[in-house]
């Protein structure tokens, strides 16, 4: 089975191996408020006993004196402890069969974790084997050489950091007050996205990236984790439903290789469209990577993407299966362009907030459901907001079609602090997440957060203009936004975020050129400078800017006191009504290339979802629909 067809159990669906053995589940757990940890040696975690402790919990003095379930949060009801008050530094202890970790002759044991917010730190039998800083993105830990001989065991111990009053720190909708708020939920601490080991050889692929191109084919990116003493042969094939399509390989000398893969069908206009990811058709390609020893014929060549080819197939060194999906993504003519051509994008925000596990997942089953239900509305795109979602959301959202904008948690001041810890972890996530088809926007700032004096602050201004464009450096293949909503800076996407109650209103400003156009000289909707700069302002002009509502809507049904909404609506019948007023308003305005509407569930206190927070929907799903698509609603059957 291909890496296109996997079951999404594995947690990094681009690089996907057979062998793995996840390290989720009930782990020994203590909270750390005086910060003791390190001093007091907890890392050890009873490795200098044979591991003993790490099971024992209940032992006197023993700090971790709780279980928890990873990779919930410990302020999560799963994971059997729910406490939300705050706590900087908590610890976690796992004793691991030296069966999982023990690796063979020539091989490598690591132990990837998913995401851990926000600053962590790792040991194995007492010896520190990784550092990371970001709350949003992978790390990987070589335990290798930290396993003691002859043990039957080992033990595995984080320390994650996450200071809930530290506003540089990204942390997108998570609160820094001492409970939730408005449109803040509650915060996420340490482990929240899988844990795994896998044993690998000592030369094996460390990264993967695909560039598609629907004209000739696809750039495959190899890293490995370290240059080879040797040369190697690296070699790329792509097929569908086993059908081969393309292959190519190189003998490279360095730890990474730039192939350009091309795919003859793609010279044929009408096979070209069989073969083109979209929605409506999300076709993916099974790609198999492997690395083996360069044959005698080989010819060494430079690891750019001319690579030639190699002689005589040698040894398998390494493979992993991933996955392509050939589309591009772009802008022009004041619309959004997918494999070329106008798209109309018509997405719904999902705050990636779950009642039982908060950011995290309970499994990959609820994220399928997730991405089927977003469909089954009529949304054909997501705006995952102030989070990266779990890839396996992205991997769902590739294999059954919807569009996504990749974001992440923004910080709360502006500082040099606040911006290198958001940079950092920005770069982390496009290049974990560019390979994915499904993704057809960045968007690193939301709503000035972490700049909000981007009106006034040149500073500021400089951030937005340079975060964008870093972006691009890293990934030129998508559109990127500025600023999400309002002072834009140097957006290829001019959103607007459009809470009005009154469709009359959207159609005044919508409706028009000029309607819009006294929007963009004055302040916008919610009283702010809709562009920055005169660059931005002329490249909306240009259509080079298409223009989406991309927040607007925010109803709530029967909407209880405390509960945060935009709008309330009394009756099942004036919420469908004001709904479809709203969607038509927008979805009939020549000048809206694409909108979002807020938000796909309930999330806490904020009852503004077309679902309750269990997944309900307010109105029948074909009623959505109808509404989403102004499509004829299909018959009902008994």
Avoid at 114 to 135: M, N, T, Y
Avoid at 326 to 332: D, L, W
């Amino acid at each position: 089975m291909g890496a296109s067809q996997q079951d999404g159990s594995y947690p990094r669906p681009m690089l996907h191996r057979e062998r793995w053995h996840s390290l989720d589940g009930v782990w020994d757990f203590g909270y750390d408020d005086a910060d003791a940890g390190e001093r007091e040696g907890w890392f050890a975690g009873g490795a200098e006993a044979g591991g003993e402790a790490a099971s024992a919990g209940t032992v006197a003095g023993d700090p971790f004196d709780r279980r928890i379930t990873v990779p919930f949060p410990p302020e999560a009801p799963a994971s059997g402890i729910g406490e939300t008050a705050p706590h900087r530094v908590v610890w976690y202890r796992l004793r691991v069969p030296h069966a999982v970790l023990a690796p063979g002759a020539g091989e490598r044991s690591l132990v990837h974790f998913g995401a851990v917010d926000h600053r962590a730190r790792v040991w194995l039998d007492g010896r520190l084997v990784a550092e990371h800083v970001g709350g949003q993105s992978p790390f990987t830990a070589d335990v290798t050489d930290a396993l003691r001989p002859g043990a039957p065991e080992h033990v595995l111990v984080v320390r994650a950091e996450d200071d809930p009053a530290d506003l540089a720190q990204p942390r997108g909708k998570q609160d820094w007050q001492e409970r939730p708020h408005a449109v803040w939920y509650e915060r996420t601490t340490g482990i929240w996205q899988s844990v795994w080991a896998e044993t690998v050889p000592e030369l094996h692929i460390a990264e993967l990236a695909w560039t598609p191109d629907p004209a000739r084919g696809v750039l495959a990116e190899v890293t490995l984790a370290r240059g080879p003493q040797r040369p190697v042969s690296v070699e790329v094939v792509l097929s569908l439903a086993g059908r081969v399509l393309a292959e190519t390989s190189a003998v490279v000398t360095s730890p990474r290789v730039r192939l350009e893969v091309v795919v003859p069908a793609l010279g044929n206009g009408i096979d070209r469209e069989d073969l083109l990811w979209r929605p409506e058709r999300p076709t993916l390609l099974d790609a198999r990577v492997t690395v083996r020893e360069a044959g005698a014929a080989g010819a060494v060549v430079d690891a750019g993407p001319g690579a030639g080819a190699t002689g005589s197939a040698g040894a398998v060194v390494d493979a992993v299966d991933s996955y392509v999906g050939i589309r591009s993504a772009g802008v022009g003519s004041g619309a959004f362009l997918l494999n070329g051509r106008p798209y109309y994008v018509r997405s719904v925000l999902n705050q990636g907030y779950r009642p039982d596990t908060l950011l995290a997942a309970r499994d990959t089953g609820e994220l399928r459901r997730e991405v089927e239900l977003i469909k089954a509305m009529g949304f054909n795109a997501v705006r995952v907001h102030q989070k990266a979602e779990d890839p396996r959301f992205l991997y769902w959202a590739d294999r059954l079609g919807l569009l996504v904008w990749g974001e992440t948690g923004a910080a709360y001041e502006f500082s040099a602090h606040a911006v290198e810890l958001l940079t950092r972890e920005w770069l982390e996530l496009v290049r974990r997440d560019r390979s994915h088809p499904s993704i057809v926007t960045w968007v690193p700032i939301n709503e000035s957060w972490g700049a909000s004096d981007i009106l006034t602050d040149p500073a500021q201004r400089h951030y937005s203009i340079a975060l964008a464009n870093l972006t691009r450096a890293v990934d030129p293949s998508r559109p990127v936004v500025s600023n999400e909503g309002w002072e834009h800076t140097d957006s290829d996407i001019l959103g607007v975020h459009d809470y009005t109650s009154d469709p009359q209103v959207l159609t005044e400003r919508y409706g028009e050129a000029a309607g819009f156009d006294a929007q963009l000289a004055g302040p916008g909707p919610a009283g702010r400078r809709l562009s920055l700069t005169g660059t931005q302002t002329r490249r909306y002009a240009a259509g080079d800017a298409p223009l989406m509502i991309t927040e607007f809507g925010g109803l709530s049904l029967r909407a209880d006191d405390g509960e945060f909404s935009y709008t309330r609506t009394s009756s099942d019948t004036q919420y469908a009504a004001l709904l479809a007023d709203l969607f038509t308003a927008l979805r009939t305005s020549p000048l809206v290339a694409g909108f979002c509407y807020t938000q796909f569930k309930d999330t806490a206190q904020e009852t503004n979802g077309l679902l309750t927070s269990d997944g309900t929907p307010k109105l029948p799903l074909a009623t959505i629909h109808h509404i989403v698509t102004g499509e004829k609603e299909p018959p009902r059957t008994a």
